[in-house]
């Protein structure tokens, strides 16, 4: 059996980029990770179950364990040293390093510490999505164009799940990969090697209780996955878990196609583009799916800050082609009537 860091070690000699870097800082990551995963475990147990008190910058109340898991990832980042600054979804700025190793690292991490937080309470499955960036400018202060980066410049994206068993799932733009957790060990251990999505699929995957504020295309859309034909093997099943590491997880592995539209409420959805969006985004693509905002592919957007949101139709490529299809027929100027 081959362990993460084994892999990551063995991947990147493939390519002629060892250095160890890279390994080390998602070795990083990993280890935060565990110290999570048991955390979530024994949530009831300990007492961090509940909100915090807290408000992040997107308005939301904080739960205490999205301060735990924040708190455990700018740990374990920090004390590697091979991360110079981290964006996160609760913290309103980027977070700098700047003693004499990290302010002279070569990574940007980008990351939701732990998505889908309103499920803890009931015990869904939730996840860690992060996004790793190299930057611009070496041995000056952290700059503008180290931190707000487009998504075809990122060097791996990936998340964690927190389910019926602990997994990583990762990108570095060679292929998908799968580690399951093993507890009894400590270690990740390859399970899902090149993991790869279906053309199609028959899971459609959107908070329906919406369906009123959202724009005629994606309406359609939803017809279109509730009509009765045979040769496209419809209708499709609707699941929706309300966690995007749960929801794209289970398409990931299944095919299908979730949805996270812009609707009149919030034009520009709710999904942030840097650590929800473009990392999974590469993870599709790479494992051969699609990823855009109803109207351009999202890795080529330019973010402006930090904290943007997007628009996400993500999955299975031919399903992500329809759903653009109808949002270009039926709500061309949608995102332009913001």
């Known amino acids: 059996m081959k362990t993460l860091v084994e892999f990551i070690w063995e991947q990147q000699e493939i390519v002629g980029t060892a250095t160890g870097e890279f390994s080390r800082l998602l070795n990083d990551i990993g280890i935060a990770a565990k110290i999570v995963n048991r955390d979530v475990n024994r949530a009831g147990l300990s007492g961090i179950i509940g909100d915090d008190g807290g408000v992040n910058v997107q308005g939301e109340n904080q739960k205490k364990l999205d301060v735990m898991a924040n708190n455990e990832f700018i740990k374990a980042l920090r004390n590697g040293k091979q991360c110079a600054a981290i964006i996160s979804e609760e913290n309103d700025d980027v977070i700098v390093f700047d003693d004499k190793t990290t302010k002279n690292a070569k990574y940007i991490v980008a990351l939701d510490p732990l998505d889908g937080s309103s499920n803890i309470e009931v015990n869904v499955s939730i996840g860690t999505i992060f996004a790793i960036y190299k930057r611009k400018s070496i041995g000056t202060t952290i700059t503008k164009e180290d931190v707000l980066q487009a998504g075809t410049e990122l060097v791996c994206g990936g998340y964690v799940i927190y389910g019926s068993s602990t997994m990583l799932i990762y990108t570095t733009g060679f292929g998908v990969h799968g580690f399951t957790y093993d507890p009894t060990c400590g270690i990740f251990i390859l399970s899902h090697p090149d993991i790869k999505i279906t053309d199609t699929g028959n899971i459609y995957s959107i908070n329906e209780a919406n369906y009123i504020y959202f724009p005629e295309g994606v309406k359609r859309y939803i017809k279109y996955c509730q009509e009765d034909d045979a040769t496209t093997n419809r209708p499709y099943t609707s699941r929706y878990i309300g966690s995007l590491v749960s929801d794209f997880h289970r398409n990931l592995l299944r095919g299908g196609i979730y949805m996270y539209p812009g609707n009149l409420k919030n ?17 599709a693509e790479q494992a051969g799916g699609k990823a855009s905002d109803g109207f351009q592919r999202i ?3 330019q973010p402006e800050h930090i904290h943007q949101r997007s628009p996400l139709f993500i999955g299975s490529k031919s399903m992500v082609e329809k759903a653009e299809s109808l949002m270009r027929e039926f709500s061309p100027d949608f995102l332009d009537a913001e």
Do not use: I, N, T
């Open 267 to 283: 034009p520009q959805g709710k999904l942030r583009l840097m650590y929800e969006c473009v990392p999974m985004a590469f993870l």
């Open 299 to 301: 890795l080529d957007m």
